[in-house]
């Protein structure tokens, strides 16, 4: 998680994948659509190639001009989002209502995303969760380790 | 999504929310166990406080010391960095292996968190979501809506 939030933790690394979910791809699309300014945004979109969630492609030779697809590693971002969505639908919205309505075309109704368990298929809860380090655990290794410090 | 990009588009925020999850409940052992400035820490715990995620709690009057505890807000954000792990272990971790293994004591088993459909159980893909303005959509209201700007 820790690894996760020094990529994602960011408002508008978030806001721009939101945006790439959304279908965007240019450079000028996004800072239009998300009004943000072209230093933060080239930033944003630079550190997202070298994280390899999006691939940086020619899409026209004269001038040349580039779009940002988004690659699996990026895609797979979209259901974090889709449940940080679902959050502020149920804790961050007024009376005004969502101001996005999703709809899964593989079973054609409209939804929120809900996080489960991979084994039992329930929603999580923190409550019946343990945590316990697993293999790389920073720092403490186990024991018998040569490479302590 | 961007309302909730708003609150946990920070990376301190996050790991103070999973450190949070993990039990963690004074501002010492936040400190402590983040390696966090004390300013840099009462700032986010101050935020999120103010965001209704955290309660700031009496425990002890001589001297007067408060703790952090976990909200019906806050602990429903655990999902979010759930899934955020489990986008790490498949894509940020090396051969090293997961840094936490999650057990999750409703079904006894290991497990990570899937994020999937309200309505079929099958987890997410961007590809097959559309995405719609909702009833709170901003700044495009409907256009018979007097309050037009």
């Given at each position: ?18 945006q ?26 630079n ?14 030779q ?11 590693k ?10 940080m ?12 209502g969502?101001?996005l ?11 929120h ?37």
């Amino acid at each position: 998680m820790a690894r996760s939030a020094n990529v994602l933790g960011d408002g508008w690394i978030l806001l721009v994948m939101r945006q790439a979910c959304l279908g965007t791809r240019r450079f000028e699309d996004f800072q239009r659509l998300l009004g943000i300014g072209r230093n933060i945004l080239t930033i944003r979109l630079n550190r997202l190639v070298d994280e390899g969630m999006f691939a940086k492609v020619e899409y026209q030779q004269r001038p040349v001009r580039h779009e940002y697809r988004l690659t699996d590693k990026g895609r797979e971002v979209y259901p974090i989002l889709a449940a940080m969505a679902a959050w502020g639908d149920r804790w961050l919205t007024g009376p005004e209502g969502t101001p996005l309505v999703l709809h899964h075309t593989a079973c054609d109704h409209e939804m929120h995303a809900v996080v489960v368990c991979s084994e039992c298929a329930e929603p999580l809860d923190v409550r019946e969760i343990q945590a316990k380090p697993g293999p790389g655990f920073p720092r403490r290794r186990k024991q018998t380790s040569s490479t302590d410090s």
